[in-house]
């Protein structure tokens, strides 16, 4: 299997990445990582950044999921070690996962590492 992995903070620009790679590549699945702890990526909102807010996280599955028929995968963190309730508490970001997004869409797979 071969996959692309991208991260964005935005639904629509997500979604419009993940139409664009569709159109372009030719890929098994697409894995947006929520994951990445590095400054230059989470002081745009993207990476483990998103882990503070679910609601887009949520957003910005359900948009790149609509988009393509492959499946969608998400690279989450489960030790990001900041101060923030979601991210201190591994298994409510799990139970979130399989309940908002994993369970509405059969496409999303949920990776953690």
């Known amino acids: 299997m071969f996959g692309v992995q991208i991260c964005g903070a935005y639904p629509d620009t997500v979604a419009w990445i993940v139409e664009l790679i569709d159109q372009e590549c030719t890929v098994d699945f697409i894995d947006i990582n929520m994951g990445c702890p590095i400054?230059?990526?989470v002081n745009k909102g993207a990476g483990s950044a998103l882990l503070t807010k679910p609601?887009?996280?949520?957003?910005?599955?359900q948009a790149a999921?609509?988009?393509?028929?492959?499946?969608?995968?998400?690279?989450?963190?489960?030790?990001?070690?900041?101060?923030?309730n979601f991210c201190l508490m591994?298994?409510?970001?799990?139970?979130?996962?399989?309940?908002?997004?994993?369970?509405?869409?059969?496409?999303?797979y949920v990776v953690f590492r």
């Open 90 to 108: 591994p298994n409510k970001m799990v139970n979130f996962l399989k309940r908002k997004v994993s369970s509405e869409d059969p496409s999303v």
């Open 55 to 61: 609601t887009r996280m949520k957003s910005i599955l």
């Open 65 to 84: 999921s609509g988009t393509i028929d492959r499946p969608i995968t998400v690279k989450v963190l489960s030790n990001i070690s900041y101060n923030f």
């Open 39 to 41: 400054d230059i990526v």
